[in-house]
């Protein structure tokens, strides 16, 4: 095990693939069985630490933090799981930007498995079809719910708007705080990191600026 390797790529937080990795047996065992299997270890991981699980307020932890994995914190492992994205024709000939801003990152770092938060927003320019504002957020949190880097988190949102809209004129900004960088190592609280991806018509900088100032014009929620 090269363990030098293993920092270099932890601490600056490198992608090594566009597609999420994953073994060939991934989806051999159902959820019942991953869970099983995740609070077997977890266990042994609380008692190495030297946790007594025979107290009441430990002794449940085990299955608690397995279930999560499986079933919220990365749902989104699973093609399954990828939310249906209904698509409309565009019969009212919309063609100028539509903008959805805000969104929500609840991801992990796939490095630390420490959570990725943060926001998303994403443009577009309909052609032929249009989507529910409603399904953007859900393909969102479902591609932030597995292990991520945010390089390749923008991308998989990108292209897979690009595909299901068939259109290459999408782009998309995340902004996102890292608790591997605010909690351990450097220990940066204030720092945030930010990336962008774009295709067709987003190449021209005159459509990038103006998406980029459409979002950085974020009005404050009204106070109740």
Request: include cysteine; charge should be neutral.
């Amino acid at each position: 095990m090269d363990l030098e390797k293993i920092e270099t790529i932890g601490d600056q937080h490198l992608p090594t693939s566009l597609e999420t990795p994953l073994r060939s047996d991934a989806f051999d065992r159902n959820d019942h069985e991953k869970i099983e299997t995740i609070q077997y270890h977890f266990q042994k991981i609380m008692e190495a630490l030297g946790l007594d699980l025979t107290d009441d307020s430990l002794s449940g932890t085990p299955y608690r933090v397995a279930k999560m994995y499986v079933k919220e914190l990365f749902y989104g492992l699973n093609p399954k799981n990828r939310p249906k994205i209904s698509t409309f024709s565009n019969k009212y000939g919309y063609r100028k930007m539509l903008v959805e801003k805000n969104i929500t990152i609840d991801s992990s770092c796939e490095h630390h498995f420490l959570p990725i938060v943060g926001k998303a927003h994403i443009g577009y320019i309909p052609n032929g079809k249009v989507v529910g504002l409603s399904k953007i957020n859900r393909l969102v949190d479902y591609y932030s719910h597995r292990p991520q880097v945010q390089e390749r988190l923008c991308l998989q949102i990108m292209k897979d708007l690009q595909q299901t809209l068939g259109t290459e004129d999408v782009i998309v900004v995340v902004n996102a705080e890292h608790l591997c960088v605010s909690s351990r190592g450097i220990k940066d609280k204030n720092s945030t990191t930010t990336t962008m991806e774009y295709g067709g018509i987003f190449e021209d900088s005159l459509y990038r600026n103006e998406f980029l100032s459409m979002v950085s014009d974020s009005p404050k929620r009204r106070s109740l």
